[in-house]
């Protein structure tokens, strides 16, 4: 009997042009390779540090949310592990590269880095659970597929790899865990709602998405205010 498609596999259909170019983006390839030039991963480290600063408030929002308890709980979890898991591991990369913590406090989002986080917390706080989950939803998701596509694509160089610890950090179960409770919660909410909204979620699913990418350029190309 064939399998029922979720929601989120419906998402993850449609969304593949995208993810495809955020995959094969030189930032994330050469990342992968290892080849990578150092002073454009300085520069996503301390963009990436402030939006996850930004991005851990989504799931503070979400718990204000949280039609029950059990929901609470999740969000809180999440949270926890963004701010002590993902976000430590940013403090022990910088300090390998060079970085302070004075630095990385005072790193000022870039403007793609602004929109995309304004985008996502706008969507929050005017919409629903499902909203805010499906804004949340890509970066943790495709962080996790491009872990896997890394370590499949170039597992057999990853000893040598000065950003190896990255690469096994996404790829990790620990991250992949997350990356499924939040699927898992994204076709929980989504179960009986009409077409109209569930055309929201997938907007909001293929916008962020599509920041994921500019976020991925901005870095590549160390863009910053022009004035």
Same mark, same amino acid.
Request: aromatic content about 14%.
């Given at each position: 009997?064939?399998?029922?498609?979720?929601?989120?596999?419906?998402?993850?259909?449609?969304?593949?042009?995208?993810?495809?170019?955020?995959?094969?983006?030189?930032?994330?390839?050469? @990342?992968?390779?290892?080849?990578?030039?150092?002073?454009?991963?300085?520069?996503?480290? $301390?963009?990436?540090?402030?939006?996850?600063?930004?991005? &851990?408030?989504?799931? &503070?929002?979400?718990?204000?949310?949280?039609?029950?308890?059990?929901?609470?709980?999740?969000?809180?979890?999440?949270?926890? !592990?963004?701010?002590?898991?993902?976000?430590?591991?940013?403090?022990?990369?910088?300090?390998?590269?060079?970085?302070?913590?004075?630095? @990385?406090?005072?790193? +000022?989002?870039?403007?793609?880095?602004?929109?995309?986080?304004?985008?996502?917390?706008?969507?929050?706080?005017?919409?629903?659970?499902?909203?805010?989950?499906?804004?949340?939803?890509?970066?943790?998701?495709?962080?996790?597929?491009?872990? $896997?596509?890394?370590?499949?694509?170039?597992?057999?160089?990853?000893? &040598?790899?000065?950003?190896?610890?990255?690469?096994?950090?996404? !790829? &990790?179960?620990?991250?992949?865990?997350?990356? $499924?409770?939040?699927?898992?919660?994204?076709?929980? @909410?989504?179960?009986? +709602?009409?077409?109209?909204?569930?055309?929201?979620?997938? $907007?909001?699913?293929?916008?962020?998405? +599509?920041?994921?990418?500019?976020?991925? !350029?901005?870095?590549?190309?160390?863009? !910053?205010?022009?004035?």
């Amino acid at each position: 009997m064939e399998k029922t498609m979720t929601f989120t596999d419906r998402l993850f259909k449609n969304v593949q042009p995208i993810w495809e170019k955020n995959h094969n983006h030189p930032f994330v390839q050469e @990342l992968g390779k290892g080849t990578l030039d150092k002073d454009k991963f300085i520069h996503y480290m $301390k963009q990436d540090y402030v939006y996850l600063i930004d991005y &851990s408030k989504l799931f &503070s929002i979400a718990v204000t949310k949280a039609p029950n308890l059990e929901t609470m709980q999740k969000f809180t979890q999440v949270l926890h !592990d963004t701010l002590h898991f993902e976000m430590e591991l940013h403090r022990q990369f910088a300090a390998e590269f060079g970085i302070t913590d004075e630095e @990385l406090e005072a790193t +000022k989002p870039t403007p793609v880095n602004v929109a995309y986080t304004s985008y996502m917390l706008t969507a929050a706080h005017n919409g629903s659970l499902a909203e805010v989950v499906a804004c949340l939803l890509p970066c943790a998701w495709d962080y996790w597929e491009i872990g $896997k596509l890394l370590r499949k694509q170039y597992g057999d160089i990853l000893a &040598s790899n000065p950003y190896r610890k990255w690469v096994e950090t996404y !790829d &990790s179960e620990t991250f992949g865990e997350g990356a $499924k409770a939040l699927i898992q919660l994204m076709d929980e @909410l989504a179960e009986g +709602k009409p077409e109209r909204e569930l055309a929201v979620l997938e $907007k909001h699913f293929q916008m962020t998405s +599509k920041y994921e990418y500019l976020f991925w !350029d901005m870095n590549y190309y160390k863009q !910053d205010w022009p004035i």
